[in-house]
């Protein structure tokens, strides 16, 4: 089974930091291009970040500058770490990741559970 485990999310001050992971759990498999979204009440999903399998990377230009995306191959996880929190961030954050699964034979895609992040002023 293919499944993608959040975690990190949280209450924060205004101006401070959290850290959002995304790790791939089952065996054999390969996380390749991530994006992670958000989405808070009444707004539609946004796309904040994505890094592909090469490790090139791309910003939402609301996040740009405080947020960074990376990504640890051997862990097969991808983070999140945010930076000068506001409270227009508060929403619940997903990811989103194609998996090389060689079990399956194939590429799929899938999501996290989501994890909330609360900035408050």
């Known amino acids: 089974q293919v499944q993608l485990v959040e975690s990190g999310g949280g209450l924060v001050q205004s101006g401070g930091s959290l850290r959002l992971s995304c790790a791939a759990s089952?065996?054999?498999?390969?996380?390749?291009?991530v994006d992670w979204y958000r989405q808070s009440p009444g707004k539609e999903r946004e796309l904040v970040a994505s890094?592909?399998?090469?490790?090139?990377?791309n910003y939402a230009d609301s996040v740009k500058g405080r947020f960074t995306i990376s990504r640890d191959n051997a862990k097969n996880t991808v983070y999140l770490q945010m930076n000068s929190l506001k409270p227009e961030d508060t929403a619940v954050y997903s990811c989103?990741?194609?998996?090389?699964?060689?079990?399956?034979?194939?590429?799929?895609?899938?999501w996290g559970q989501g994890t909330q992040v609360t900035v408050s002023s």
């Open positions: 890094i592909t399998s090469s490790g090139r990377t």
């Open positions: 089952g065996r054999f498999l390969t996380i390749n291009d």
């Open positions: 989103n990741a194609e998996i090389w699964a060689p079990t399956l034979g194939a590429t799929v895609s899938a």
